[in-house]
């Protein structure tokens, strides 16, 4: 599995962006949003019971994430069209703000290291890349337990201050790097 400190892979996916007719699916490659930082997510299958929970809170803190200049990519080893069939109806994932990545060839999953050893779909694999593509952190959940987007955001926040952020660090509290400066 690809780990901090390397380099999110080259791809180029379909990503279903909305269910507008005629915009519903878009290419999307690592270069897309070059320039901000990634936060990509994959979860196992469509259709099933943990992962539009996931899919939903990312939805919903989508804005957060942005405020960040950071952009969202879900993705899945389903294809373009299941996601869509999904978004439609699924009344949770109707307006998602990002796209969900169809990684149907496996491609992208293997690249990251991430699919199941028996199962062959995508971990609960969280990736955040800095604006070089350089992969800043990464945690991997089993198939049974959902992550917790909050968290994502706020190491998001702590990457962001390039400093030293202790545990339980909150974005606006004090770093260690300035604590450290206030005491020499």
């Not at 990002?98 to 699919?115: H, N, Q, T, V, Y």
């Amino acid at each position: 599995m690809l780990t901090v400190g390397d380099k999110l892979p080259n791809f180029k996916l379909k990503g279903t962006v909305s269910l507008e007719k005629n915009k519903e699916f878009q290419d999307i490659t690592n270069e897309t949003y070059k320039g901000k930082w990634t936060v990509l997510f994959a979860w196992p299958k469509d259709f099933t019971f943990i992962c539009p929970t996931e899919i939903a809170e990312f939805g919903k803190h989508n804005k957060d994430f942005n405020d960040r200049d950071a952009v969202v990519l879900g993705l899945s080893t389903d294809s373009e069209f299941v996601h869509h069939a999904w978004r439609t109806h699924h009344p949770d994932l109707k307006n998602l703000p990002f796209p969900m990545l169809a990684d149907i060839k496996r491609e992208l999953s293997s690249a990251l290291g991430i699919l199941h050893k028996e199962e062959g779909v995508a971990l609960r694999a969280t990736f955040i890349a800095d604006p070089e593509g350089i992969i800043r952190h990464v945690s991997v959940n089993d198939l049974s337990v959902g992550r917790n987007v909050k968290e994502t955001v706020r190491t998001l926040d702590a990457l962001q201050t390039d400093e030293l952020c202790p545990c339980n660090w909150q974005k606006g509290e004090e770093t260690l790097t300035t604590k450290l400066q206030k005491a020499g």
